[in-house]
């Protein structure tokens, strides 16, 4: 009996990456009654699984929404007002900053509604229900072999079920895969268009500790901003207008500022973007030797040829911080999570689950045929794309995703493209029709087509141009491609390469930014111009910064081309591996991996310890041995030479003064930051964190260094959830920036 007990727990402990602890998992919240609800009442959640998520009633679902569709925020007012992080708000901040009023730098707080600043472009998007039609989808699947028949086939199905859902609402709908294709949930929801910035702490604040901090603990920054959404007088979502209300919302959260302690029961909601945590240590190991390293070479390279501009002018400091904090993000974020991936012995890990998986299907005759090609799929595909990882990583890092003229012109081709064959098209109409009514509407709908198209592309070049220098982007262009050339086979340059003089990638960056019209706002606006006016463009096919976007595109596209093929297998064998792992050990429940939709994780307020190596990089030991941070250890850490570290005079004051307010601890102190062990990741930024009781009590902004390898595996022991307060956020705005109206408008658990 020891003997089986004992086998028992080494294979929970070798499945811990896929199988449910305490504080592991993104679940769907619609399966939080039947999988979850008990262990969490058991943790300390006081509520139901329909105050959860309910289709019928109002529900804590109600009150989180999908930002923008890259972060996530919460309603906590009866008027519409949202919390969510600064970096969230940062592109929006950043929007309205000016040198003469530098609002990213000196943060912003609307004094009444009719000084809410309306973001172009920023949506929220509400939850409605969710629905597994995985019976409905495989149905019509069933006998389907042929990949582009059955591509096609599920298009229709799901085009089906949505139209369906929607049917007379102004709701919208999707339909996502899980668990590699297994099972199929349908998401309806409500958007909203009309969202406006309400207030947001000074970059001193928000940003506190900048990159330097950045996946750190223990953290002292104020990441949150605020914004408010809008609807129409008759309750429904609307375009952007001044006879626009405040929402009223299904469920807003309570905000409470009693504080926590260590155990306390602590969930998040939100939307995960991506996760990989059923990778095979084939994949986890080229992501240690090739894909990190790579991303972190070419972005330090980006990096510093954008600070060296942005630090001589304020200007294009306020065009690139934006652009600057997301590289940045992520540059340190594969730098941590090649580091962990190690250090965590992720690929050991990997590989003793597989070898268990292995044992389990050759056990049995039937389940040997079904699942032994699995993992040599998944192998054959990493062993083939290996010595193309490095090409394909700077294709997308230093091509498609480096000088942002690359995707501008290959989305410009295709729209010029757009043009010309919709003239065509509608010319030879023109010509084979014999009536001259039917003529004059066809010329009339000829107008009208190219003009759309025209005016497309105005708005793209606009947007384009908006926060752009062609200084600093010449300079992007010189030494992205330089190191491109110099790293990659020439195999695996793109073709234009071989047309550059002696690989003078800044002459050539010179001439490209001298000669295309693509490249310089009045040049673009000429061109827009021409087109509006009938005229052709002279061998726009032949311009440089076309020639240079679709090459780079074009290897892209290839090489998803080339191993086509491998990669099918690949996901086959991805989806029989988690199938055979659940068929495995069916008394665990399992979750899907992120992809953007609404999930809940739980788990407890919770310290951990800190690495060694952490210890000697942290600049102050405030929150070392708690779980907590204070305003003294933001204070410790002020650096009046290092702009991440410096702190505003009026926040000084209120420090030395110890005037905090309602908003103090136990013991007269002010909380920062706090750690739980829940499960996140990217897309989960603006979570809020919940009590027991439902309330709000602080949100989520970062993970750990020493966790960064959880994306791709879960670590129970170090794992956590770096967040915001809730009274340190209050305290900003009520004894910082004096927005004292904004709390009244809470619902606040004192």
């Known amino acids: 009996m020891k003997k089986i007990v004992s086998l028992l727990l080494a294979v929970s402990m070798l499945l811990a990456t896929f199988s449910a602890s305490a504080n592991e998992g993104m679940w769907l919240p619609m399966f939080i009654k039947s999988l979850n609800i008990e262990d969490m009442q058991k943790q300390g959640l006081k509520l139901s699984a329909e105050e959860i998520y309910s289709v019928n009633s109002s529900s804590l679902k109600d009150a989180i929404v999908s930002m923008g569709g890259f972060c996530t925020g919460e309603i906590i007012s009866n008027q519409g007002l949202m919390l969510t992080n600064h970096h969230c708000g940062y592109g929006a901040i950043q929007s309205f900053s000016t040198p003469k009023n530098n609002i990213l730098k000196n943060g912003f707080w609307a004094k009444t509604k009719s000084d809410e600043k309306a973001v172009e472009g920023l949506f929220v998007t509400f939850l409605v229900r969710m629905e597994d039609v995985t019976a409905e989808v495989n149905k019509e699947l069933v006998g389907i072999t042929d990949e582009k028949d059955r591509a ?17 609402t102004h709701y919208t709908a999707y339909i996502k895969d899980f668990y590699y294709g297994s099972e199929f949930y349908m998401f309806v929801n ?47 979502p609307a375009e952007y207008s001044t006879e626009n209300v405040p929402l009223k919302p299904k469920h807003h959260l309570p905000v409470n500022i009693k504080g926590v302690k260590e155990g306390d029961f602590a969930m998040i909601m ?38 060296n501009r942005m630090d001589a002018k304020e200007q294009v400091d306020i065009q690139y911080s934006a652009k600057y904090a997301q590289t940045a993000n992520y540059w340190k974020y594969y730098q941590g999570q090649t580091e962990q991936l190690q250090t965590n012995k992720v690929v050991a ?34 062993k083939l794309t290996n010595e193309y990882t490095v090409g394909n990583t700077y294709v997308m890092e230093a091509g498609v995703r480096g000088p942002d003229f690359v995707l501008f012109a290959f989305r410009t081709s295709r729209l010029l493209g757009a043009i010309e064959s919709t003239k065509a098209k509608m010319d030879a109409k023109i010509e084979a029709a014999t009536d001259k009514s039917e003529k ?61 003089n002696e690989a003078d990638f800044k002459e050539y960056a010179r001439k490209l930014f001298k000669t295309s019209p693509l490249m310089k706002k009045g ?46 297998k690949m996901e086959e064998g991805y989806k029989l591996f988690v199938e055979g792992i659940r068929l495995m050990l069916p008394e665990k429940s399992f979750y899907p991996n992120a992809n953007s939709t609404q999930r809940l994780t739980y788990g407890s307020v919770l310290s951990y310890p800190v690495s060694d190596r952490v210890k000697k990089m942290v600049r102050s030991k405030d929150g070392l041995d708690t779980f907590f941070t204070t305003m003294e250890g933001l204070i410790e850490k002020e650096d009046k030479n290092n702009p991440e570290f410096e702190i505003p005079a009026r ?60 994306d791709i595996s879960f670590e129970n022991k170090v794992q956590r959830t770096i967040s915001v ?11 910082y920036a004096g927005a004292r109206h904004l709390i009244d408008e809470m619902t606040v658990i004192k």
């Open 152 to 168: 096609q086939k599920l298009k229709e199905i799901q085009k089906e079920l949505i139209e369906k859902a929607t049917k007379g």
């Open 190 to 236: 409500e958007t909203f268009n009309d969202v406006r910035l309400v207030g947001a702490p000074p970059e001193s604040v928000g940003k506190y500790g900048g990159d330097t901090d950045n996946w750190m603990w223990p953290r002292h920054t104020g990441d949150f901003s605020m914004f408010r959404v809008y609807m129409g007088k008759d309750g429904k």
């Open 270 to 307: 939100g939307y995960p973007g991506s996760t990989d945590r059923y990778l095979s240590s084939y994949g986890v190991q080229q992501a240690i030797d090739i894909k990190g390293p790579t991303v972190v070479e070419v972005r330090d390279l980006k990096l510093k040829t954008m600070k």
């Open 349 to 382: 890990r990997k590989k003793q689950l597989e070898d268990q998986f292995v044992k389990w299907y050759s056990a049995d005759p039937e389940r040997q045929k079904k699942y032994r090609a699995a993992l040599e799929d998944i192998s054959t595909y990493y």
């Open 440 to 500: 004059k509407e066809l010329k009339k709908a000829r107008k009208s087509a190219v003009k759309g198209l025209i005016s497309r592309l105005e708005t793209l070049s606009e947007e384009h141009f908006k926060n752009y220098n062609k200084i600093l982007e010449e300079e992007l262009v010189a030494n992205l491609f330089d190191l491109y050339y110099k790293k990659v086979n020439k195999e695996q340059h793109p073709p234009f390469f071989a047309n550059v």
């Open 523 to 568: 040049k673009m606006k000429r061109l827009i111009r021409k087109l509006k006016l009938g005229m052709k463009l002279k061998k726009i096919d032949e311009d440089q910064a076309i020639v240079a976007a679709n090459d780079f595109l074009g290897m892209y596209f290839g090489s998803a081309k080339k191993f086509a093929e491998a990669e099918k």
């Open 651 to 710: 926040l000084k004051e209120l420090y030395e003064a110890k005037d905090y307010g309602q908003y103090a601890d136990e013991n007269g102190k002010l909380r920062v930051n706090f750690l739980t062990n829940n499960d996140i990741t990217g897309g989960n930024s603006g979570s809020p964190v919940i009590d027991g009781n439902g309330y709000l009590i602080g949100t989520a902004f970062d993970g750990n260094w020493e966790a960064m390898s959880g």
């Open 725 to 735: 307060d809730i009274r340190y956020t209050l305290f900003i705005i009520d004894k």
